[in-house]
């Protein structure tokens, strides 16, 4: 997916707010983009630093000059970038950010950016020294924050940022265009609750680590019914493959889609999960009350910003909503 022909066709307010800031070379001093599961911000922040950094511009990034290439490949020097969707933010990652932008940089450029990926996963230290930093930024340094739910963000933090909205695209036009250009359809229609954009659909349908998380998840999800085979798959297939947090996030969520699918098949029989009807018709069965089961597997997952044994709390969550 490129960056720049994603913003241009579908996100025009943000496209053309970084364009006018790049044309003038003038920028906010923190920036936080805003936007719903699946769209790719911490690209679009790490494109934004690259095209505020590069001096071949015009008025976005040249992608061809050395600092360019330096930048993707993360060896340039006055970008730092945290990211809280890999691990929960603590106060020491802001105060990596501060100590290394205390120094004299060794860059030729004196424009300094940090991008904090999903912001929303700071602990409360993290939070309050991010903070300050803002309040009393240095010269020439730059924020690109990032989050999926502002409403978790204290409200003094978004105070000091100049907060970029993304829209949603439509879903059944991207799970469409995912098919397109390739994408099996079941695939882009679990993905299209995940990436907000065909090609990254495309693209993701091709990973190792997807299919495999896919192919566990749908064959735990297909014995439902069966709770002694169930409780076999969980312990002896599922468990011991969330070995991170974000493999756990991912499973979390996953589940979460198929469960309020399940609920609203149930209500009204439509579902975007046209390619897994009988699932959700297994999990109506199955989970004595939807809306308990969506609540306990949200709460499970923001359990897993806090140091607790993970596989413990997949366990614990996956009994309680299948009684297993």
Do not use: W
């Amino acid at each position: 997916m490129k960056i720049s022909d994603y913003l241009e066709k579908n996100q025009q307010i943000p496209y053309k707010i970084f364009k006018n800031a790049l044309e003038r070379n003038s920028f906010f001093h923190a920036y936080l983009l805003n936007g719903s599961i699946g769209t790719p911000l911490l690209d679009v922040a790490k494109y934004l630093a690259k095209s505020m950094i590069c001096k071949n511009h015009n008025p976005f990034a040249c992608d061809n000059c050395s600092t360019c290439h330096r930048i993707d490949n993360g060896h340039y020097g006055n970008l730092i970038i945290i990211n809280g969707k890999e691990n929960t933010i603590k106060k020491d990652d802001i105060n990596f950010i501060i100590d290394n932008f205390s120094k004299t940089s060794s860059e030729k450029n004196s424009i300094k950016i940090y991008i904090i990926n999903l912001i929303e996963n700071m602990t409360v230290d993290a939070s309050n020294a991010l903070l300050k930093f803002l309040e009393e930024p240095p010269e020439n340094t730059y924020a690109i924050l990032t989050t999926e739910n502002k409403f978790r963000i204290l409200p003094t933090i978004l105070s000091r940022t100049e907060i970029i909205n993304f829209s949603l695209l439509n879903q059944e036009k991207l799970i469409a265009d995912s098919i397109n250009l390739g994408t099996n359809k079941d695939d882009a229609e679990i993905l299209s609750y995940f990436y907000n954009d065909p090609s990254t659909i495309n693209e993701e349908s091709k990973n190792d680590d997807y299919l495999t998380s896919k192919k566990d998840l749908i064959e735990m999800l297909n014995n439902v019914l069966n709770k002694d085979e169930l409780r076999f798959i969980i312990e002896s297939n599922i468990i011991p493959k969330l070995k991170t947090k974000e493999e756990t996030r991912f499973f979390f969520d996953s589940l979460v889609v198929f469960v309020k699918e399940a609920l609203k098949y149930k209500i009204n029989k439509t579902t975007l999960l046209t390619s897994y009807v009988k699932i959700l018709e297994d999990l109506i069965v199955s989970i004595s009350n939807l809306d308990d089961a969506i609540l306990v597997i949200m709460n499970a997952r923001n359990e897993l910003n806090y140091n607790l044994n993970t596989n413990l709390l997949v366990l614990h969550t996956l009994v309680k909503i299948f009684e297993v």
